[in-house]
């Protein structure tokens, strides 16, 4: 499967963003998806994650309660609602799929779409 991140951009802190995640192929709706972030010397992170049927999410502690993550099998595009943004939200997003399961740890997600860059100002 191909994936493709868009929807990053800058904009000030307080505000809201939503990321989308195009996927090609027929098998999306079989997949688990992640989004991951990385700032500038700084490791990949995880972000979220939702199963492959959508029905169960999964966030790092930084972004609960600030970001959904959403999947429409019919689109074939996963999301990343982004609402009270900070500063320390600055990063490079990129979305990723996984054939078997789903989760938190990047070096199991079988597919990387490119990232795109997301930059809050304070």
């Known amino acids: 499967v191909q994936l493709q991140a868009f929807g990053g951009g800058l904009l000030q802190a307080g505000g809201s963003l939503r990321l989308s995640c195009a996927a090609s192929g027929r098998t999306f709706s079989s997949y688990g998806m992640g989004w991951f972030r990385q700032a500038p010397g700084l490791e990949r992170e995880f972000v979220a994650a939702?199963?492959?049927?959508?029905?169960?999410?999964l966030y790092a502690d930084s972004v609960k309660g600030r970001f959904t993550i959403s999947k429409d099998n019919a689109k074939s595009t996963v999301y990343l609602q982004m609402n009270s943004l900070k500063p320390e939200d600055s990063a490079v997003y990129s979305c990723?799929?996984?054939?078997?399961?789903?989760?938190?740890?990047?070096?199991?997600?079988?597919?990387w779409g490119q990232g795109t860059l997301v930059t809050v100002s304070s």
């Open positions: 990723a799929a996984r054939r078997a399961g789903w989760g938190t740890r990047w070096g199991l997600y079988d597919y």
């Open positions: 939702i199963t492959a049927s959508g029905g169960n999410t």
